[in-house]
């Protein structure tokens, strides 16, 4: 068994004879066009991409549908579609699939310049938590800290501005929260 901590396939190697997914439902058209279309660079020659797709993302998927995809197996249940999907040639999708737009983040007088990500929080501004923390942070020393959680990365942000910790550590079981926090640091 080899695990890939991946977000869609930047760190997948190889080729495979099946992917299978469930698609989530927020990623938006731009990630399935992405996730969908760059399978076929993973897939052998032969292979089947599976997936279920809930029933309000039908649409997008007949947006993304091209001609070098061949719809071998197709179910509808209650709630959800069933695809097994075959691809007649490569397709590649590069554009910006997660970004959501820049925003400013103000700490004190400092002002940071943060890009966030689609369908992770405060993705506009930082929340009332995240205020309420800020505060303590003010009142801590702390040479290393972990985030939980870091979301587009405003709380870690914080305590870098206000704590100048050695190390940060992000924790995270959604690798998008991690890349955008990680990037704005």
Not at 122 to 129: A, D, V
Not at 139 to 148: C, F, G, R, Y
């Amino acid at each position: 068994i080899k695990s890939y901590g991946s977000l869609d396939y930047e760190k997948v190697k190889g080729k495979f004879n099946l992917i299978i997914c469930n698609f989530p439902a927020k990623a938006g058209l731009n990630a399935m066009k992405k996730f969908f279309w760059n399978a076929s660079k993973h897939l052998e020659e032969k292979g089947i991409f599976a997936t279920v797709l809930v029933k309000e993302l039908k649409e997008d998927f007949e947006k993304i549908k091209r001609e070098e995809i061949e719809v071998i197996y197709e179910e509808e249940k209650a709630g959800y579609f069933i695809y097994h999907l075959r691809f007649n040639k490569e397709i590649s999708f590069e554009g910006d699939t997660y970004s959501r737009n820049e925003v400013e983040y103000k700490l004190d007088k400092k002002k940071y310049k943060m890009q966030t990500a689609r369908n992770v929080p405060e993705f506009e501004k930082p929340s009332y938590e995240t205020l309420c923390v800020n505060e303590l942070l003010k009142k801590l020393e702390a040479k290393e800290v972990t985030i939980i959680n870091p979301f587009q990365g405003h709380r870690a942000l914080s305590a870098i501005h206000y704590l100048r910790p050695r190390k940060i550590n992000l924790i995270s079981r959604d690798l998008l929260q991690i890349k955008f926090a990680k990037e704005n640091l």
